[in-house]
């Protein structure tokens, strides 16, 4: 056989693989739906009627309408799985010469030094396999000194003085943030790449942000963007030895949202319900021209604060197909505790008068269901100690909202976890994955409630050493 027959052959089987997997991704998709379906009529009172009292169902069923809080957050992510296929990656792009330097940001309070010197360790080496010297540098921001070596000249610690207070009085890390856009040695035509003290990456994950970073520089030149677009990705928090695998399996809700309601805004350019304070990568002088001096308020979640701000001068974000590796909180504590001051910080940007109405609408209305979505949780538990007739429409929408919502976690859970360490461990973890949503959606619960009743007063930093090695392959 010729050598281009064979090229072609393959060619073809890969294209047919490729189609066979966007059929059998959409299958899914569609038996989850209908599983839904199938799940709210057979539970509904065509199937289960109940002789109770009348205004004991009229008032069961009128709670139960709590059951349709999740409906818009389900369908949100589920558009996004239909619109972008999870699966579906670019290749990863060649090595293309630049003139910008790359700073990747570290940020810390220099109480987690082993940590961090074992992170910078190795980012030094992914970044010296994927790119020439001139075109990156490592920071760490600290609130303390860091013995860290400075590997030739790429590691630079910038230690936030005592006496340092911002303008408008912000705190914790944003304060940090704001003295390093002085401090930092980045021009304006550099990029700022934003990590937290025990992230990781790869040298894909390089490759993918220096690519998006060249066409962010044409697409201004040419005119496309009025400036560059801020940049974000996935994060994955399973891989490695794992910590705890109660918070770790529960975390894989925030990699199925990183694929949905998250790349859904980025790909329209919009961050209308904040961004992660993680892998953000964006030009240093945009970051300068906004900064992170916006007050108190915005000391809790500076992130999300950040982003509605840069939205509303203009700035436009966009979805890097790309990975980077963190680790979920080690105990129970430390994962509600994180949630209560993402949701005490959320609300303080959904209220703040800082940023207009428009640019926050979006991520009021989204705070207003988390509120009340332990209620949905409640409703569930008395249903099953007084069960009562359900409306098939009612059940039915339940149904879906159910299934999307287990859909959710199992994507989170199929980007974090891979055949390749195990089938029999990879099937035994997907089943506990979704046999455990009761107990993730009671967790969940009880950090919204601990929030409500008692709103964060400052910025919560959750327990990040450990002797666990963290591996990216």
Known sequence: MQLGSFFDTQKITSAVNFRWLHISYYSLLLVSTAIGILYGFIFSEINFPSDRPEWIESLFNTLKLFWLIPFPYAILNFFSYVRYPVFVRPRQPSIRSMSQVLYFRYVTRGQNPRLVADVIADSYGVLQDSLPYGNWKLEIVSDNPLPIDDYDGQVEVIVVPEDYHPAKGTKYKARALQYATMASQARDEDWIIHLDEETRFDNDTVRRIQNFVIDEYLAVRRGLHAMPRIGQGVIIYGRGRIVNWLTTLADSIRVGDDYGRFRLQYEMGKANMGIHGSFIVIN???????????????????????????????????????????????????????????????????????????????????????????????????????????????????????????????????????MADGRARFVGLLMLQVILIPVFSMMESVSVLYGLINPPKDFYVVKKESESVFVTS
């Open 284 to 418: 240093s002088g945009v970051e300068s021209k906004i900064g992170f001096d916006h007050g108190p308020a915005a000391s809790i979640t500076e992130d999300a604060f950040f982003a509605l701000i840069a939205q509303s001068q203009g700035v436009e974000f966009a979805f890097i197909n790309a990975f980077m590796y963190e680790k979920s909180p080690f105990t129970v504590r430390d994962f509600i505790k994180q949630r209560h001051r993402w949701f005490g910080g959320l609300w303080a940007c959904a209220l703040s008068k800082d940023i207009p109405f428009k640019h926050r609408r979006v991520l009021a209305t989204f705070m207003v269901m988390w509120s009340v979505s332990w209620l949905c949780i409640a409703m569930v538990f008395l249903n099953m100690v007084v069960p009562t007739g359900t409306p098939a429409w009612l059940a039915i929408i339940g149904g879906v909202s159910f299934l999307y919502y287990v859909t959710l976690y199992v994507i989170g859970f199929t980007r974090t976890f891979s």
